[in-house]
């Protein structure tokens, strides 16, 4: 469950408003861009519709990195682990954490994206993202996260991980997608290759939010 203080930074967070509780990258990363972009409540997803809006916030945020000296200039390749849909992989030099590159390809906007991991960081802290950088190859524009390696020691069961959702106010509404109609968020992809099973306990490592508020 959220916290009192959880709830008041996932409240600021929906409505757009700055987050002054934390000062990390990722934090600073979203308020230069809520600043000047609405938080959407669209959460179909029309990159086509949406690619004007996506590449004026890229421009935002290289000026952001480039104020703020944040480009991954010595990224090592060597590492590699796996990649998905979302994001590619790598060990971090002790290998004691994974070092995830992502360009917010499942996002209407890179706001959307910097959302979605902020409100992971509150609802998984176990799992949480350290913003670390970012990476431009070529014209795509990466976001460089650090999070907590977690080795799987038995396959996860969906079961459980629909429970443990819905005593956090996550409704199953189809396959492995979620709805918190309190809190106007959706949960998507929670399968057994995003939320790992370590000792009897469930793991989210990715997670992808959308902000859908009824009126």
């Known amino acids: 469950m959220l916290s009192d203080d959880s709830r008041k930074e996932l409240a600021n967070i929906l409505r757009g408003d700055v987050i002054e509780r934390h000062n990390c990258n990722l934090t600073a990363a979203r308020n230069y861009l809520s600043k000047s972009f609405g938080t959407s409540k ?3 997803k029309n990159f086509e519709q949406q690619s004007p809006i996506k590449e004026k916030q890229k421009e935002y945020l290289i000026i952001f990195i480039e104020q703020n000296q944040l480009w991954i200039n010595d990224f090592a390749q060597r590492n590699y682990l796996t990649e998905g849909g979302e994001a590619k992989v790598y060990f971090n030099k002790t290998a004691q954490c994974v070092v995830k590159l992502n360009d917010a390809i ?10 979605s991991i ?3 960081n509150l609802f998984f802290e176990r799992t949480r993202y350290t913003l670390i950088g970012f990476l431009l190859k070529e014209t795509t524009l990466f976001a460089v996260l650090e999070q907590q390696y977690i080795v799987s020691d038995q396959p996860t069961d969906l079961s459980e991980v629909k429970i443990f959702l819905s005593y956090n106010g996550f409704e199953n509404t189809r396959r ?7 809190l106007g968020l959706i949960l998507e992809d929670m ?4 939320v790992l099973t370590n000792s009897n306990i469930l793991f989210f490592i990715d997670t992808v939010f959308y902000i859908q508020i009824y009126r």
């Open 42 to 44: 669209a959460v179909e």
């Open 118 to 120: 902020l409100i992971h």
């Open 176 to 182: 492995d997608d979620y709805y918190n109609k309190e």
């Open 106 to 115: 499942y996002y209407n906007t890179w706001l959307d994206y910097l959302n």
């Open 191 to 194: 399968h057994d290759e995003n």
